[in-house]
């Protein structure tokens, strides 16, 4: 199939595995990327979620259609730059707002990412929510050679990409009496922002390297890239580590990596969550349903396990958080720190602080 509603001249694409073309014009750099196609329906939030490394891997395509409305500011990074492989979308718009100091164009040129730009994202998306997520290219080359290149690249849930975005070293930030240690498979800096705002310690330590926190306070798994099936040595480490029953967090990877430690299973949804809209049920603590950010694409089946469910998608049913009856651990999938999305659910570091300060 080949879909070109573009009209453009300086043409890109995009390429599926299962050899589907789209035509547009080409923006960002003029280079390839694969990655796994996966798509957001945020309606605002771009450079939040273009700079997430938990999207490192994955082309982005957005189904908002109008994107770049508000540029590009430095407030707005959660990380240090672009982490995403590539984007596709269907307008990229001149932003008007007066903290913009480029356009999401010249970002992406910036940064060295590719990316398509009027492509119809409503035939994409539908491709993809009836096959699921599938690896593609983006970039100036032909489909052909798009693929060829495909072909020959790595699946998506066959890499490892922390070590990509963990720091390398441990880094302390900030002062309080409690220390919260950090696992970093990615993490977000908004995520860092709310526990320093609560004036604790911090300690970040890399991923592959837990036990550099285990005298923390407490311990904190954040978000992060790629398949956490190839993380099984990461969860033993934090399995011994719930042995001392000290306050366990974790966020979306940390969660996943956390049920893991508990023996939970874990599985591939067909096409994720990711939006900044998404419902969560709360089971068990406030009886609310909460808006809330998610970006996932596995998912956690702790049957069997001593991890006890708090909160659900009531759309599909998906574990969204999860307990432990008698030691204090608790996770989310979504992301209580938003950015970009509704600040329902901060409460959720007051809580793992309050943990941590009963057992400190
Ligand atoms: N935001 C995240 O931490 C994502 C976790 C994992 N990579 C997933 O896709 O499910």
Redesign the pocket.
């Known amino acids: 199939m080949h879909i070109d509603v573009s009209g453009a001249n300086n043409r890109g694409y995009l390429v599926l595995e299962d050899g589907t073309v789209f035509v547009g014009r080409l923006i960002g750099a003029e280079k390839t990327a694969i990655g796994e196609v996966v798509f957001t329906t945020a309606v605002v939030g771009y450079p939040q979620i273009l700079t997430?490394p938990?999207y490192k891997g994955q082309i982005i395509v957005f189904t908002k259609p109008l994107v770049g409305n508000y540029g590009v500011s430095e407030d707005q990074m959660e990380s240090d730059g672009v982490k995403a492989e590539g984007v596709v979308l269907f307008e990229a718009t001149k932003p008007s707002h007066y903290k913009s100091v480029m356009t999401l164009e010249e970002w992406l040129a910036a940064s060295g990412i590719p990316g398509v730009a009027r492509v119809d994202t409503r035939a994409l998306v539908l491709k993809l929510r009836e096959h699921g997520v599938m690896m593609g290219a983006v970039g100036p080359e032909e489909p052909g050679a798009l693929l060829e290149a495909l072909r020959k690249s790595p699946r998506y849930e066959e890499l490892s990409y922390v070590d990509l975005v963990s720091v390398q070293e441990p880094v302390e930030l900030g002062e309080g009496r409690l220390c919260v240690g950090i696992v970093d498979c990615?993490v977000k800096k908004s995520i860092v922002k709310e526990f320093l705002k609560r004036g604790v310690r911090v300690r970040l330590v890399p991923c592959r390297r837990p036990e550099a926190a285990f005298d923390c306070d407490g311990l904190f798994l954040s978000?992060?890239?790629?398949?956490?099936q190839l993380l099984d040595s990461l969860a033993s480490k934090v399995a011994q580590y719930a042995e001392y029953k000290k306050p366990l967090m974790g966020?979306?990877?940390?969660h996943?990596v956390i049920a893991m430690a508990f023996g939970a299973r874990i599985y591939k949804l067909k096409f994720?969550h990711r939006a900044s809209n998404k419902p969560v049920r709360d089971l068990r603590f406030t009886g609310k349903t909460y808006i809330t950010t998610h970006?996932?694409?596995?998912?956690v089946d702790p049957e069997g396990t001593e991890l006890k469910v708090w909160a659900v998608q009531p759309d599909d049913g998906t574990v969204e958080g999860l307990y432990h009856e008698r030691q204090p651990v608790f996770t989310t999938q979504f992301?209580p720190e938003a950015s970009p999305g509704p600040r329902d659910t901060l409460w959720i570091f007051d809580k793992f602080l309050g943990l941590i300060e009963r057992h400190a």
Do not use: V
């Open positions: 997430d938990s990615g978000n992060g890239p790629g398949n956490p966020i979306c990877l940390g996943q994720g970006n996932h694409g596995y998912a992301h």
